[in-house]
């Protein structure tokens, strides 16, 4: 089992290099969120035995190269532009690694008429992160919960079952910085009644919480399958990319 808090640190020291960080993607659309432009960076503190990112993920120094947030910004909102979106966001890994980097690439969103989502784990958003997230008013945040409690978290990731509480604790920080934020909650192996339970834990955060909490399920892509089955993990519901309900995208 791995502690996500030292593995964020070893992996900052790959990705980031002063205000630059390491992409191996600049930048893409998305029919997410009704149209988005995606930037995919390099780099997490978890290793989620679901997810879709390979190298940039488990070799991150391995892929990709090192952009400014300028750089960043300018591929996103071109890529926006051209395809008529108003949102931008940084995918592929967890974007909260690089304070610095996230930081001043939502300056310059905050400069246009952009929105940005950002999707996170949440487990680097202490008080001080958030309240520094609280400066940007075209900001929301997805904090992607893994599971419901700290057996199914450290299930899913592999890590120690404790740091399911810092998922928790990036909601309240968030909530009490006055941060636009929702939880999202990876159900695909969770049994009903422990859906139950998180959702009265939100509600003692925030009612809010609970009210806009969103489903999350596994999309089956063959990489997906793989992990999974060298994992030994059986979702109970998970659907194939190509079958995904229109409520999930
Ligand atoms: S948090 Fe996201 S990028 Fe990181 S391991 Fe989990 S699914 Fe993959």
């Not at 609280?134 to 978290?153: C, D, I, W, Y």
């Not at 009903?192 to 609970?210: G, V, W």
Request: proline share 6%.
């Amino acid at each position: 089992m791995y502690d996500p808090i030292l593995l964020a640190e070893q992996t900052e020291a790959l990705v980031i290099h002063g205000r630059a960080r390491r992409y191996y993607r600049l930048a893409r659309g998305g029919r997410w969120y009704g149209g988005i432009a995606t930037a995919d960076c390099c780099g997490c503190p978890l290793r989620c035995s679901f997810c879709w990112s390979g190298k940039p993920r488990d070799n991150p120094d391995r892929v990709g190269k090192f952009y400014q947030p300028e750089e960043v910004f300018r591929a996103l909102s071109s890529c926006a532009r051209k395809k008529g979106y108003r949102q931008l966001r940084l995918s592929g890994n967890e974007p909260t690694l690089g304070k610095e980097h996230l930081l001043a690439v939502l300056g310059l969103v905050d400069e246009s008429h952009y929105h940005f989502i950002l999707e996170t784990s949440g487990i680097l958003i202490d008080e001080e992160y958030a309240r520094e997230l609280a400066g940007f008013r075209n900001l929301h945040v997805r904090v992607s919960l893994k599971g419901t409690n700290p057996q199914e978290f450290s299930l899913l990731t592999g890590a120690l079952p404790e740091v399911f509480s810092l998922q928790l604790t990036a909601l309240r920080n968030l909530t009490e910085a006055g941060v636009s934020c929702h939880p999202a909650v990876m159900l695909s192996f969770s049994p009903k009644d422990s859906f139950r339970a998180l959702k009265d834990e939100l509600n003692k955060i925030s009612p809010h919480l609970t009210d806009e909490i969103e489903e999350e399920y596994i999309f089956l892509y063959p990489h997906v399958e793989g992990r999974l089955i060298k994992s030994g993990l059986k979702p109970l519901i998970a659907y194939s990319p190509d079958g995904i309900p229109k409520e999930l995208v």
